[in-house]
């Protein structure tokens, strides 16, 4: 997978082949195809690792804060967030998707956005059990898509903002945004 994933990272998903990944990692076509069932199901294959691993960074930094404000979790995942980005910004842009994707690989990363999605929900609904579900669903929506989008504008701006002044305007925007609920 590490091969794949370096081929992702260099040339974008729709310049590589299978072929690419065999020669890359030295394996044959049924090998590939033993452990995936397609170009597009090892990218996705190479994007859960991210995940998981993003996901591994944030809990292993939220331990014992289980009873913190929202404001401060979101300063916590806001900080592993950005730390994901700062340490590989080629490997961000694989998790969260080249620009142009389209057909399975979109449907499917926009499946594990979801499963993101779902995971704010339940933190907000924890400490704010008095909101409707669609409330909960909808600043979910907006502190996922928020961070994504920060993050995209970040890595094209680092010079005209530190990465401790971009976390610290998401927590405070995602705390207001969620005090007015």
Not at 102 to 109: F, S, T
Not at 124 to 140: G, Y
């Given at each position: 997978m590490e091969c794949a994933e370096a081929l992702f990272?260099?040339?974008g998903l729709q310049a590589v082949s299978v072929e690419d990944v065999c020669r890359a990692a030295g394996v044959s076509r049924p090998v590939f195809y033993d452990h995936f069932d397609s170009l597009t199901g090892a990218y996705i294959a190479c994007v859960r690792r991210i995940r998981v691993e993003f996901q591994e960074m944030v809990v292993a930094?939220?331990?014992g804060t289980e009873t913190a404000e929202l404001s401060v979790l979101f300063q916590v995942?806001?900080?592993a967030f950005f730390s994901l980005i700062e340490q590989d910004p080629r490997r961000w842009a694989l998790f969260y998707g080249f620009p142009g994707l389209?057909?399975?690989?979109?449907?499917?990363?926009e499946s594990l956005r979801e499963d993101s999605v779902q995971v704010i929900a339940a933190l907000?609904?924890?400490?704010?059990?008095?909101?409707?579900?669609?409330?909960?669903?909808?600043?979910?929506q907006m502190i996922s898509g928020g961070g994504e989008q920060l993050g995209r504008w970040w890595l094209r701006h680092r010079g005209e903002a530190s990465r401790d002044d971009v976390i610290g305007a998401y927590r405070r925007y995602t705390s207001a945004?969620?005090?007015s609920m």
């Open positions: 990272l260099e040339r930094e939220m331990a995942a806001g900080e389209y057909g399975e690989a979109a449907e499917q990363l907000i609904s924890a400490r704010r059990p008095e909101l409707s579900e669609a409330d909960v669903m909808v600043a979910a945004a969620l005090h």
